[in-house]
């Protein structure tokens, strides 16, 4: 028990609620068919790419962001998307074909996304 007289101190308290989903509407395909994949962010991405899993192929002119078509998009090149305010969110869709016999092997897919958040302090901080 005790008290201890100090220098005021002013905390600033940054949050950023991130929530990113990389979604499918199938588990399992087999050759030929496609798969309609959607991405949800509710950050400040600003540029996203992703390779296509070993085999699949990106079905080209199939990028939707927000419902609208984006033709010259590839989330294999990669992209840039508008910035959002927070608690916006962007949904981004295209199609995958699968054009390999893969029976036995799990496919996994990830995302690389680069993001930055703006601090009132440090100015852009950029993540990945």
């Not at 220098?7 to 990389?22: A, G, P, Q, R």
């Not at 509407?25 to 400040?44: A, N, P």
Request: hydrophobic fraction near 30%.
């Amino acid at each position: 028990p005790g008290s201890l007289t100090s220098n005021t101190v002013k905390t600033e308290i940054l949050s950023d609620s991130i929530s990113k989903v990389l979604s499918s509407d199938k588990t399992t395909v087999k050759e030929s068919e496609t798969v309609h994949k959607q991405f949800r962010d509710k950050t400040c991405v600003n540029f996203i790419s992703n390779p296509t899993p070993d085999g699949a192929t990106y079905v080209e002119g199939t990028v939707k962001l927000n419902g609208v078509s984006q033709p010259t998009f590839s989330p294999i090149k990669g992209f840039t998307i508008p910035d959002i305010d927070p608690d916006e969110t962007v949904i981004i869709e295209y199609e995958l074909k699968a054009d390999n016999n893969i029976t036995a092997t799990t496919v996994t897919h990830f995302a690389t996304l680069d993001y930055s958040v703006y601090d009132p302090a440090r100015g852009e901080v950029n993540y990945s």
